[in-house]
């Protein structure tokens, strides 16, 4: 007894079997039975379109508050006034111009001090209340550590902050329900990160203040030390000029005045410039755009959520085509590939399966 072959062997091996129709052919075959299924094809994705419009336009409106800062320039001290007008002679530049990166405030406005300080700060809202931040983004319900932390991240999500590498300009955006919740909690972004600024400033100042502070008075020593030498010697050496030996000593000791003297003038100097430096308050950032409570609210959100939902529905129409065009071209060659099958087993090619 032969053994029977699958159906695509039949197919292929049976004398005279017809050719097998065109892809083509077979595709605009089951438009009937696509059409059959048009309240899945065509309702479905309307149905979901229809959904996210109605969840677009009845849903709590967000309002996108931006403001933007530039770091200002920092000038730090530059180099004694002896060796300063000997560089400019060979246009070198004696001036330090300190700017820091960008991204620098990028990365600080997302650290927990500053969101901590954002989150527990009072906000004024259009009804002309007040309200902490925290509570208005966290429900009470949770212990204080869990809120916090579901604080950060609710703020997170609800801030964008851009650094233009290039210009030096940074861009915070916040959204919020409320506008002018949304335009304070961007301009207190801007308020933290200068307090942040004034104390980091405050302290290295104080530091490089009591560093100058010790180094002053140990200049000021050597110079007395070297002004007692000088005078010493003159004092025992009233004929020096005679002998140049004694010239040649009063000379070492003025160059070791005029050495400490200088020194101490430039530590003396940078002392009292870090005093001032320590209790200046001046701002670091320049606002170049303040945040102003946003007329309109933002529809970046809607139009991403909108073409979302549509893009999962041609997804799923498309699967769901190639699903029943699949089965509908094998429901219609079944009979065909049975029917080379029993001629075969009337030829004799095959023998039916008697039972015992």
Same mark, same amino acid.
């Given at each position: 007894?032969?053994?029977?072959?699958?159906?695509?062997? %039949?197919?292929?091996?049976?004398?005279?079997?017809?050719?097998?129709?065109?892809?083509?052919?077979?595709?605009?075959?089951? *438009?009937?039975?696509? %059409?059959?299924?048009?309240?899945?094809?065509?309702?479905?994705?309307?149905?979901?379109?229809?959904?996210?419009?109605?969840?677009?336009?009845?849903?709590?409106?967000?309002? *996108?508050?931006?403001?933007?800062?530039?770091?200002?320039?920092?000038?730090? !001290?530059?180099? !004694?006034?002896?060796?300063?007008?000997?560089?400019?002679?060979?246009?070198?530049?004696?001036?330090?111009?300190?700017?820091?990166?960008?991204?620098?405030?990028?990365?600080?406005?997302?650290?927990?001090?500053?969101?901590?300080?954002?989150?527990? +700060?009072?906000?004024?809202?259009?009804? &002309?209340?007040?309200?902490?931040?925290?509570?208005?983004?966290? !429900?009470?319900?949770?212990?204080?550590?869990?809120?916090?932390?579901? &604080?950060?991240?609710?703020?997170?999500?609800?801030? +964008?902050?851009?650094?233009?590498?290039?210009?030096? *300009?940074v861009q915070i955006s916040v959204s919020a329900d409320d506008p002018v919740l949304a335009?304070?909690?961007?301009?207190?972004?801007?308020?933290?990160?200068?307090?942040?600024?004034?104390?980091?400033?405050?302290?290295?100042?104080?530091?490089?203040?009591?560093?100058?502070?010790?180094?002053?008075?140990?200049?000021?020593?050597?110079?007395?030390?070297?002004?007692?030498?000088?005078?010493?010697?003159?004092?025992?050496?009233?004929?020096?000029?005679?002998?140049?030996?004694?010239?040649?000593?009063?000379?070492?000791?003025?160059?070791?005045?005029?050495?400490?003297?200088?020194?101490?003038?430039?530590?003396?100097?940078?002392?009292?410039?870090?005093?001032?430096?320590?209790?200046?308050?001046? !701002?670091?950032?320049?606002?170049?755009?303040?945040?102003?409570?946003?007329?309109?609210?933002?529809?970046?959100?809607?139009?991403?959520?909108?073409?979302?939902?549509?893009?999962?529905?041609?997804?799923?129409?498309?699967?769901?085509?190639?699903?029943?065009?699949?089965?509908?071209?094998?429901?219609?060659?079944?009979?065909?590939? %049975?029917?080379?099958?029993?001629?075969?087993?009337?030829?004799?090619? %095959?023998?039916?399966?008697?039972?015992?």
């Amino acid at each position: 007894m032969s053994p029977i072959a699958p159906d695509s062997e %039949l197919l292929r091996t049976e004398p005279g079997a017809p050719h097998t129709e065109a892809p083509l052919f077979d595709i605009l075959a089951t *438009v009937p039975t696509i %059409l059959a299924h048009w309240r899945v094809v065509i309702g479905v994705p309307s149905a979901l379109l229809i959904a996210a419009l109605v969840f677009v336009l009845f849903r709590t409106p967000k309002y *996108v508050a931006t403001t933007s800062f530039l770091q200002s320039t920092k000038t730090t !001290p530059g180099l !004694p006034s002896g060796i300063s007008g000997l560089a400019n002679q060979f246009g070198l530049s004696t001036t330090n111009l300190t700017q820091e990166s960008p991204q620098l405030y990028a990365d600080l406005a997302r650290t927990r001090e500053v969101l901590n300080e954002l989150l527990q +700060s009072r906000y004024l809202r259009s009804r &002309g209340d007040s309200i902490v931040l925290l509570q208005e983004l966290v !429900p009470k319900n949770l212990d204080s550590d869990r809120r916090l932390y579901r &604080g950060e991240q609710r703020l997170r999500d609800a801030t +964008s902050i851009l650094a233009n590498q290039r210009t030096g *300009v940074v861009q915070i955006s916040v959204s919020a329900d409320d506008p002018v919740l949304a335009a304070g909690i961007a301009n207190r972004y801007v308020e933290a990160l200068n307090r942040f600024n004034l104390e980091r400033r405050r302290t290295q100042e104080g530091e490089r203040r009591r560093f100058l502070e010790g180094r002053t008075l140990d200049a000021l020593r050597d110079l007395r030390s070297a002004e007692d030498e000088l005078k010493g010697f003159l004092l025992h050496n009233r004929s020096f000029q005679d002998s140049p030996q004694l010239q040649f000593e009063k000379g070492r000791l003025g160059r070791r005045v005029s050495m400490a003297q200088e020194l101490y003038t430039m530590l003396d100097r940078n002392y009292e410039n870090a005093r001032i430096e320590e209790i200046n308050d001046t !701002p670091l950032i320049t606002v170049v755009e303040r945040a102003v409570p946003p007329v309109y609210r933002s529809r970046g959100d809607d139009v991403l959520l909108v073409a979302l939902v549509g893009l999962i529905s041609l997804v799923g129409v498309a699967c769901y085509v190639s699903i029943i065009t699949r089965y509908s071209v094998t429901s219609r060659r079944q009979p065909e590939r %049975l029917e080379a099958i029993d001629k075969l087993v009337r030829s004799g090619g %095959l023998r039916r399966a008697e039972p015992r």
